[in-house]
């Protein structure tokens, strides 16, 4: 009896221990994930790190080593050659539209259809490494539904920030002008004057968007606008932004002419979309108070190259011309002023998934290619809000982390081919294991 009572008990020391030993092994697999791979570009101290560990816990990275180890028995996700890079930002697409489309064919396509729309290609991005992205423009309300969506996990998609619909003036850019009067044809954010731009703002904060995207002149694919044309006043300008700082929302100007950007830039817009045509007085303003350059430099080559199969206005593709025999010789300039650009494409002018075609025309007209990654992460997440949490591979930031099979620093088209996506911890595509 004795003996048996000596004997359950060290059964019990013993048990217990293994109990132990097994919650402990648990706990190191369990918890935490360990991602392996040759390299680590890291944009906050540009530098390449090399045989990086990264540690991640939940949907958060814990440690990043060189040279690392990963413990015995924890879970590995092992990239061999791969460099992995912080999760991109596209600050300007519009998921909404198909590269497909001409504002002929968009008139046939309802708010419900946006959403739709939006779901499928939130996917695309993400898979193509973009875990961030800016909406700049949709009907309906259509991205807020969508950005909720992925935010309660229900979609796939990146991070994103929305616009709705975008502010513009009566038979301006983001008005709708190819009907004649007796249709009554509009967009829905179309408002002229200081009181009537800030009910815009209103309503928009109203129903959840997250930033305020207005046209401050005209563009290349709506007609009957000239693409270096201001639209809007100086005092309409300084309406939106006041209204829309009040209610802590940022805005985003789409402006192509010197003087537009100019306007805007004055009046305290947080980012310039496009700013093909941007001036040296522009790019110093720029400077001087920290605007944010949204560049979208490759939209009008692609438009010039490719516009007319999609079926665009020869006036659209007009413009194009004129803005593409520019741009590249401006974003040069601007890239030397050590103005903030930060990276958009237009992503839906160019095919959705193409948008990091757009790295090598920055870093072959006057951009390194940490520079260009920079634009897309550290920069970006700074716009976004997202500054410390996402935009670099780093204890504390969210676990959004892309790998590819070469190394970016030394030819940054290596981001167009994304072999590995993770997004707030979760793994999207590991093309290596058949996830994809
Ligand atoms: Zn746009």
Known sequence: MRTDHINS?????????VAVLLLWAAQAGAQSTYIVARALVDPLAERLVQNPVVEIDGNRIVAVQANGTVPAGAKRIDLGDATLVPGLADVHAHLSWFATD???????????????RSVINAKVLLMAGFTMVRNTGAGGYSDVSVRNAINTGRVPGPRLKVSGQSLGITGGHCDQNLLPKQYNLSNDAIADGPWAVRAQVREHKKYGVDLIKFCATGGMLSKGTSVGGRQYTMEEMQ?????????????AAHAHGPEGIRYAIEAGVD??????????????????????????????EYLVAEGAKVGFLPEMLEKAKIVNEQRYDIFRKVAE??????????????????????????????MTPMQAIQSATTTAAELLGWEGQTGAIAPGYFADIIGTTNNPLEDVSALEDVIFVMKDGQVYKNVGMGVE
């Open 337 to 366: 002023s050590g103005a903030k650009v930060v990276f958009g494409t237009d992503s839906s002018v160019i095919p959705h998934g193409t948008n990091a075609i757009q790295f090598s025309r920055m870093v072959e007209h006057g």
């Open 271 to 300: 980012s310039i979309e496009h700013g093909s045509l941007i001036d040296d007085e522009g790019i110093a303003m720029a400077v001087n108070q920290g605007t944010f350059l949204t560049l979208d430099i490759y939209t009008s």
């Open 9 to 17: 008990k060290k059964w019990n020391f013993s048990a217990s221990l």
């Open 239 to 251: 309406a939106i932004v006041d209204e829309a700082h009040t209610h802590g929302l940022h805005v």
């Open 102 to 116: 001409t504002n002929v064919s968009f008139m046939g396509v309802s708010h419900t259809d946006e959403a739709i």
